[in-house]
């Protein structure tokens, strides 16, 4: 719907949803994107997805007794308060740290409270469990990691694996600002799979070009009509997500009948350089020949537009290239055909490759960590 009317058509719903009787909560989405979106869930709407989120603590043994939560607050965002409600909903002790306390302190707080239960963003997960000022001791009373807000990449999830081996690590939820709660991941589903909340959200899967509707099983792009009411009506909703659906009915282990569905990821993401569309998949792409094991979350290109043109800046995490190979990327970059043609576009004044710890890529405000970044005329040397 949004890309057919060039988002015209959920500004005026947005407007409406202000305008709604009985006021609401206003939440502002697609700080990843670019595409930024305000929309005012009702009051009742807020309520009703709190049991929904709270699905994943059903038919487990999973009892956290103090919950930290290090999501975003404020920001016009809605998740920290969301997953509050969870931890109210679930009898658990609530500590609303949130992400902007610093690492050390959260780190210390989580000792000195003896949290058992972490609620954060996969990219505030790596900067915690990786920051050089924090003791492992610090860390050693927790036993579950819950993340949302964006996917918890196959390189963390190993790492966390390996050196917190008591740390369980699930998903707080599939959601979205404009929707709310999609999906839940229970204690028997694997990474990027979820019950739908199919009592709550209808999902298509479709062709992402013909909208043509897919067969239980086949990869296409998801569709979304939230069932709950609120102040207004979303149809048929393209939240830019891809994956399928595995059936209509499930026989989970852990007792739910609902459908699962496999998230596998965003349709694409993409930005717009020297008058051409420039794709993640073009970049990551490019860089298979000198770097094959590169994942898009090892990667982030940052484009600083300046009067005279705009400057790219590649980061790639420092573990995943060798301390003076940039240099070398470089030049491997300029003698390959797609990278010297990018290059040679009107307005792009250079491209400069940095090894950076992964922690320090930039982020959203929600705390997510998109691919494309515009500096917004900072000089991206700091």
Known sequence: MEDEQGG??????????????????????GGSTGNRKHITHSWAFNESIVPLGARMFAATDEHPRVVINCLTPGEMQGAFQYAAAIVQHIGARLLPAGALMGVQRIAGLI????????????????????????????????????????PCRQPLRDQLARDWPALSIR??????????????QCAHLEHGFYHLHAD?????????????????????????????????????????????????????????????????????????????LITQKQVLSVL??????LHASDVQVQIDRQADG?????????ERL??????????????????????????????????????????????KTPFFVELRGASGES
């Not at 015209?8 to 989405?29: D, I, K, M, N, V």
């Not at 050089?132 to 050693?140: F, G, I, T, W, Y």
């Not at 939230?226 to 909703?237: A, F, G, K, M």
């Open 8 to 29: 015209l058509l959920f500004t005026q719903l947005g407007e409406a949803s202000h305008r709604a009787p009985g006021g609401g909560l206003t939440l502002t989405s």
């Open 111 to 150: 000792q000195s409270q003896a949290a058992d239960a972490l609620i954060c963003t996969p990219s505030f997960a790596a900067a915690l469990f990786n920051h050089a000022d924090v003791d492992k001791a610090q860390l050693s009373s927790l036993r579950w990691l819950y993340y949302i807000g964006e």
């Open 171 to 184: 998903s707080l939820g599939y959601s979205s600002t404009e929707t709310g709660p999609i999906g839940f």
């Open 200 to 276: 709550a959200m209808l999902l298509e899967v479709v062709d992402p070009v013909s909208l043509r509707a897919l067969a239980d099983g086949e990869t296409g792009e998801f569709l979304l009509t939230p069932l709950l009411p609120d102040q207004v009506p979303l149809l048929r909703y393209r939240i830019g997500d891809r994956g399928g659906l595995l059936g209509r009915q499930s026989n989970c282990a852990c007792g739910s009948a609902l459908p699962i569905l496999e998230l596998e990821g965003r349709v694409e993401s993409s930005i717009k350089l020297g008058g051409a």
């Open 288 to 293: 298979a020949e000198a770097l094959p094991e």
């Open 310 to 318: 705009a400057h790219m800046w590649l980061l790639i995490a420092q």
């Open 322 to 367: 060798p301390a003076g190979a940039e240099r070398i990327i470089e030049g491997a970059l300029r003698n390959e055909a797609q990278a010297s043609a990018l290059l040679g576009l009107p307005g792009v004044l250079g491209l400069q490759v940095r090894r950076l710890a992964r922690g320090d890529f930039e982020t959203t405000v929600a705390g």
